[in-house]
């Protein structure tokens, strides 16, 4: 699909409501390679938006951005659950493919043309410089920061992993394990719900996808689920995440009584710090 299912506070507190302090460390980093940010979350969690916003904050040659939905398998190969495709699970995504170009360019190499969509974000743009959902104002309060950051900071370029089964325990240690800084935003069943099935559909290499009448029910929001439980108290993902696996995975968690612009402004905090270790 060209555009994947993605919306999404108290930086002491560690629940699907609420932001924890960023990691101390960046997990992978090299001096000379790029730094890696996963940004991940449910369906309808914001993703996208802030990838968008981050783009205009952290302008090309100094980001790259990556998408996993660039990496779905062609239509004809989706697995396929309860007699419908199943286009949200990690069987849908080619992750060979997928690992080989994030090792690739963790280790200063090219991404392969034509899977990075530089410059296609028209989805989620706002007039000539807006991003949707996202104040104008609060973009350029931000550029401004970037730009007084010191100059060895603003050097180091910034891929920006954009997908919803980033840090899933199917995948974690084939895809997670290669990001610097991990972001999972979170979303209410309701919320990701009602966004979704707002959406028209999706282009895919074959052709085109809509959503069936019951998906987000039966395939949707139960995958998401199956594969996020594990970081959350009693596998509740709208409760409070635990912490321990938080610590573990050195993952920062933004809720969702988070705006979109209080999200945006601490990924930037968190790539900040980041990049300060």
Known sequence: ??????????????????????PSQPQGSSAKG???????????SGKTTITTAL??????????????????????EIPVKDGVQDWDCAGSLDLQKFEGVL???KEGGEALEGLVRQGNFEGEMDGVHGV????????????????????EMKQKKIVIVDGFLLLGKSVKEQIGKLSDVKVLLTARYEDAKRRRE????YVTLEGFWRDPPGYFDKIVWPNYV???AWLFENGDVEGRVDKGKQSEEGMITLGWTSTLEETLEQVVEALKMALED
Do not use: C
């Not at 699909?1 to 960023?22: C, F, G, I, V, W």
């Not at 707002?198 to 559909?201: C, E, H, S, T």
């Open 1 to 22: 699909m060209s555009k994947p299912p993605a919306r999404t506070s108290n930086p002491t507190m560690s629940s699907a409501s609420s932001s924890s302090a960023p």
């Open 34 to 44: 790029p730094l890696l940010l996963a940004l991940t979350g449910p369906t309808s």
């Open 55 to 76: 783009r205009q904050i952290f302008p090309p040659p100094h980001s790259l951005t990556i998408h996993a939905d660039d990496f779905y398998k062609p239509d004809s």
């Open 103 to 105: 090792r690739r360019v």
């Open 132 to 151: 949707k959902g996202i104040k104008v104002e609060v973009v350029e309060k931000l550029v401004k920061e970037v730009e007084g950051w010191p100059k």
């Open 198 to 201: 707002a959406r028209n559909g």
């Open 226 to 228: 199956d594969e996020h």
